[in-house]
């Protein structure tokens, strides 16, 4: 799986995930990725987020909208709504991780597998790239 | 710091120990080059969706990763795509599912959001509404890769009933899930 959140200019964001799903998958099976609210959510007042992981149990806990509520509702930042919302995912016995960004220009990149594939690029053009934990 | 962009290329099983320097190197190349694809968006003034399916396409069109042409095989030996998209700014979204000829499936999510009434368009049908649009269509061999072929048979050698995770752990098979310990994508 891969995902993207950008912000641009004007202070729009925007999220996208893109997916192959799970090797030797039947029956037509779809994880969260193209779930709304589930794998991708984007909300100009909260964040954009895109996850990655064991998509049934994105899907259960509507991870990437709960992220989007959590900071609408209860008022807490990106990387507190963000871990809430991944530890939940762990408890369940998921797994997996996600990336995040606010309108401010704070990310986030959760997960609680070994490693998972990332970066990030700044307003001034620096780019940070990561694989393991 | 104050970021524009942030990507993931999937989450797993992924330890240094097992990656050559080679194949690191690959994926950091990638990373970087979807980044830079982006940050080329965003600095011309256009706009975060734009930024977004940029980005995207470059790791679709990347056979590291599992979306679009390194995308894993089904029980079935197809390639079956999904992919989302959402405006921060209005609320829309798009989103297809289960789809095997489209190039670039954030593309075909994009066009669902902008194209037509709808939220999600899933299988042939959102085949044919990406054809109708006008985006580039391919053969589903154009998605085969070796890799990814050798992947589904060992994991139907291994068990045929089980699908596997790129993000398993010994957890994930107290679900019935398989965890082969290794990473597609």
């Known amino acids: ?133 | 710091k104050k970021y524009v962009m942030v990507i993931h290329g999937g989450a797993g099983t992924i330890l240094k120990k097992n990656m050559s320097a080679e194949k690191e190197a690959a994926y950091i190349a990638v990373l970087t080059q979807a980044l830079q694809a982006g940050y080329a968006e965003i600095k011309a003034g256009k706009t975060s969706l734009d930024a977004v399916e940029a980005t995207i396409r470059v790791l679709e069109n990347d056979p590291h990763f599992n979306a679009g042409k390194g995308a894993v095989f089904t029980h079935d030996g197809r390639n079956e795509l999904d992919a989302a998209i959402m405006d921060g700014k209005t609320l829309m979204a798009g989103a297809v599912a289960g789809v095997t000829t489209i190039k670039n499936p954030i593309s075909a999510a994009r066009a669902v959001m902008e194209k037509s009434e709808h939220v999600m368009l899933v299988g042939a049908g959102a085949d044919l509404f990406a054809k109708e649009v006008g985006l580039e269509i391919v053969d589903p061999k154009y998605f085969w890769t070796k890799e990814r072929w050798e992947g589904l048979q060992k994991a139907i050698k291994e068990d045929s009933t089980k699908a596997v995770l790129d993000h398993g752990s010994k957890k994930s098979e107290l679900f019935g899930v398989k965890n082969l310990d290794y990473k597609f994508g």
């Open chain 1, 1 to 133: 799986t891969v995902g993207c959140v950008a912000l641009d200019k004007a202070g729009n964001l925007a999220a996208g995930t893109s997916t192959g799903g799970m090797t030797n998958k039947k029956y037509g099976r779809v994880g969260d990725a193209p779930i709304i609210g589930a794998g991708t959510y984007c909300n100009n007042q909260t964040a954009g987020v895109s996850c990655t992981g064991w998509g049934e149990f994105y899907i259960r806990n509507v991870v990437a909208k709960t992220i989007s509520d959590l900071m609408e509702y209860k008022g807490l930042s990106l990387a507190e709504a963000s871990k809430i919302a991944i530890d939940k995912v762990d408890k369940m016995g998921g797994n997996g991780g996600l990336i995040a960004l606010d309108k401010q220009g704070n990310m986030t990149m959760p997960f609680n597998t070994e490693g998972m594939y990332r970066g990030a690029i700044t307003a001034d053009g620096k780019i940070e790239v990561s694989i393991y934990k």
